[in-house]
Every structure is written in structure tokens, then in C-alpha cells.
């Protein structure tokens, strides 16, 4: 087995679980040569000539062959992923968010440079689904792609359900367990998820989509009577991204609250666990699951990235890169509107109303509502209303 020498960009809660991996298994052979940080002044788990601040040291390093990018600004990682394919240097990430603003360039970066650019602990920590998507699934017609791909707010989530944590408490306690990310709106705003499933979008079905075109809520504005809710209906609340493509073949992107029945395959993935169903012509429907964040198993991803690269093995995309998306969402869906007694709010964007409730305290009504309308009202960014899709 050849020698990787390694090159790391980072070291928080990812970076250093890799360097802890690889250094206690010199049966991986892969040696980190260089870990090029931000703040010098910090103290870090690693001898002090590993660091350094030059990113010249890693870039202008012919030894060094592998370069892990893990740090969070998405802009200094897409120029540190740049110019690294560029200099011949195969390249192993996990920003999301840089993948899903650059998805295409860096493709073709990976292809220009003869090179391998693999993201697989960008979507889902641990759960191999990008492989899946590129390699098992290349050749079965794909419906839809559905889950639970934020652990952070699955976290969250779960906490309130059981009632063991209020949301500021389990907030904390996601951050605690490096599981949040720096700026954790990106987690509780759905934005993470929106950033994952374009990235799953283009895998699966070869649609290029922006994470601006997912129809997006997160779960701030969940309140207990939600839960109460969810609870007496049969129902566990779970954020879900779902990719679908309509019987027209339209691409339906969205990142919602959703109501899962709760014998559901969905509704047993509790805490920091990513769960993902994917529905196909063929194979009908199947579950990937596993954890979706925190410092070993994002590490476990990025591993089997470094595994891959041994093979020369690349995402070839192979489904292509048609534009995914053309802005209409013309599809009907069932929801519930929750929200504080006499807080503002016009009804008349249902289009049929199933249940109208209210009490002293609280009021919602569930009908159906057309995607186009829900995002043209602007009500998905009112904090004082519960949007909560059924499935
Ligand atoms: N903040 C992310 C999450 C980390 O909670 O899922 C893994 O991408």
C-alpha cells in the first residue's frame, strides 16, 4: 500500500479527529505532513511544528499528495480546493456549503487536473450516500430522494418531542457535542439541509440545483402545542429534505418541518442520526442510516475518502448536469398552520381547509396548499407561524 502524504486544512472538532485516527493507525499509512490553521495562539492536541498558518506550506509542497480541507469559511475553502486540484493535488472535503455554491467548477477542476475531489462527510456524516447515489444507483430510474440530514436539529428535535430538553437547552447541547455548525442558524434555519440536498440532487437525479431554489423552514418557530399536536395524531415532527421529481418530471426541492407517522421508517432516527429513503422505479424504496454528525463519524467518512483515493476512485457524475430547476412549483400539498391566538395570519392561502382550531392560547388550521403560494407569501419566514408539511 502506498504512503499518502497529507496535507490538513483545519483543525476543529473534524480535523482533529482525524489526525488522532491517523496517527494511531500507521496501518492506514497516511502520514499528515502539514496542518495549516487560523489561530496559532490556540492550544491543539498535536505537536506545535505540525501547524502552521502559510497555506503556501501545503499548496507549494510537492511531497504532499492529499489535501483535507475542513475548515468553515466556504470561501477560503473553495480557493484552498482550487488551487490544490490545480497543483495536481487530490482533494478530500467537508464543506457543504462551498460544494453546493461551486459544485460544478470543482468538477470540472477534478477532471481538467486528472485528479479526485470526493465530499462524502459533507451529506450525512457517516452514511455513504453520495457513493450509493454515484455507484448502486446509477443506472435505476430515481423518484425521490427523502430524509433526516441535519443531526444538529434531529437532536433538537428529538429532545423536545420527549420533553427531556427545551430547544435552548438541546441547542446548547448539540454545540457542546461539535455536532452544530459555528453559526448555528445554519443548522435551525434549514440551511445546512437546503446546502446538503442540492448536493444529493445533483448525485441522484444529475440536476443542477441551487440551495436558494429548496423551498425552506426550519424549526424555530415550533412551539409546544406543535408537538402536542403531532403527538395526538400519531405524528413525530422531523425536518425533512426531500428531493422528488413530479409525475410531470419536475424537480420538487424542499427543506420543511414535516409530520411523520410515527410507524414510519423516518420516525425512528432520533438524535444526531441521519436517516435516508430512496425511492426508485425498480428497487422500490431503501433506507440508508447512521450518524450524521459529530467529530468520528464525519472523521469515518472522510477516511473512506482518503481509502478511495488509493484507487484513484472520482465522482464521475455520470447522470449528468442538466438545470434542475425552473422556479415553478406547481404542486398541491398538505399542511398545518399553527400560531399564538390572535397573532395575524390570512387563511386564504389554502386552497381547501381540512381542520380549523383554536383556543384561548392557540390556533391552526391543516389544508392543502400550493408550493408556489407558500413561497410567494413570504409566510415561510414568519417567525410567529409552525409550517409543518404531511408527508
Ligand atoms: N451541523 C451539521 C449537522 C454537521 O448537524 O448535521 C454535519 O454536517
Redesign the pocket.
Known amino acids: 500500500m502506498k504512503q499518502l502524504n497529507i496535507g490538513l486544512f483545519g483543525f476543529g472538532v473534524v480535523g482533529e479527529g482525524i489526525y488522532q485516527v491517523l496517527s494511531q493507525k500507521p496501518q492506514l499509512k497516511s502520514n499528515i505532513r502539514k496542518i495549516v490553521i487560523k489561530h496559532p495562539d490556540k492550544k491543539r492536541n498535536a505537536p506545535s511544528e505540525l501547524f502552521s498558518v502559510n497555506m503556501d506550506d501545503i499548496l507549494e509542497d510537492d511531497k504532499i499528495d492529499v489535501v483535507i480541507e475542513l475548515i468553515d469559511d466556504a470561501d477560503a475553502a473553495f480557493e484552498i480546493a482550487k488551487k490544490a486540484l490545480q497543483k495536481g493535488k487530490d482533494v478530500v472535503s467537508?464543506n457543504?456549503k462551498m460544494i453546493a455554491q461551486h459544485h460544478v467548477e470543482l468538477i470540472d477542476l477534478q477532471r481538467e487536473n486528472n485528479v479526485s475531489f470526493l465530499y462524502e462527510a459533507?451529506v450525512c456524516?457517516s452514511v455513504p450516500i453520495l457513493r450509493n447515489l454515484e455507484e448502486y444507483y446509477d443506472n435505476d430510474l430515481l423518484n425521490y430522494v427523502r430524509g433526516i440530514?441535519?443531526?444538529?436539529?434531529n437532536y433538537i428535535l428529538t429532545k423536545m418531542r420527549s420533553g427531556t430538553e427545551t430547544y435552548d437547552v438541546a441547542l446548547k447541547a448539540?454545540q457542546e457535542n461539535g455536532?452544530?455548525?459555528s453559526d448555528p442558524t445554519?443548522?435551525v434555519e434549514g440551511i445546512?439541509a437546503s446546502y446538503?440536498l442540492s448536493i444529493i440532487t445533483l448525485h441522484a437525479f444529475g440536476r443542477l440545483i441551487s440551495s436558494k431554489d429548496v423551498l425552506r423552514k426550519g424549526i424555530t418557530s415550533l412551539k409546544p402545542d406543535d408537538f402536542q399536536y403531532a403527538a395526538e395524531k400519531g405524528y413525530i415532527i422531523k425536518l425533512i429534505a426531500n428531493s422528488t421529481i413530479s409525475e410531470d418530471g419536475r424537480l420538487i426541492p424542499t427543506v420543511l418541518p414535516t409530520f411523520v407517522d410515527k410507524r414510519e421508517t423516518l420516525a425512528l432516527v432520533n438524535n444526531?442520526y441521519?436517516g435516508v429513503l430512496i425511492g426508485s422505479a425498480l428497487a422500490d424504496e431503501q433506507f440508508l442510516y447512521g450518524k450524521?454528525?459529530g467529530r468520528f463519524p464525519?472523521s469515518s467518512a472522510v477516511l473512506s475518502d482518503i481509502s478511495a483515493l488509493r484507487y484513484n476512485y472520482k465522482y464521475e457524475l455520470r447522470k449528468g448536469f442538466v438545470n434542475g430547476f425552473d422556479g415553478n412549483l406547481p404542486v398541491i400539498r398538505k399542511f398545518y398552520i399553527g400560531f399564538n391566538t390572535g397573532t395575524p395570519f390570512d387563511s386564504s392561502i389554502f386552497t381547501s381547509i381540512d381542520e380549523l382550531y383554536r383556543s384561548r392560547e392557540h390556533e391552526y388550521i391543516t389544508g392543502e396548499i400550493e408550493l408556489n403560494k407558500l413561497r410567494d407569501s413570504g409566510i415561510l419566514t414568519d417567525k410567529n407561524l409552525s409550517i409543518i408539511a404531511f408527508t
Open positions: 467537508a457543504k459533507a456524516g440530514v441535519n443531526g444538529s436539529t448539540a455536532f452544530a455548525e445554519l443548522d445546512d446538503k444526531e441521519n450524521g454528525a464525519t
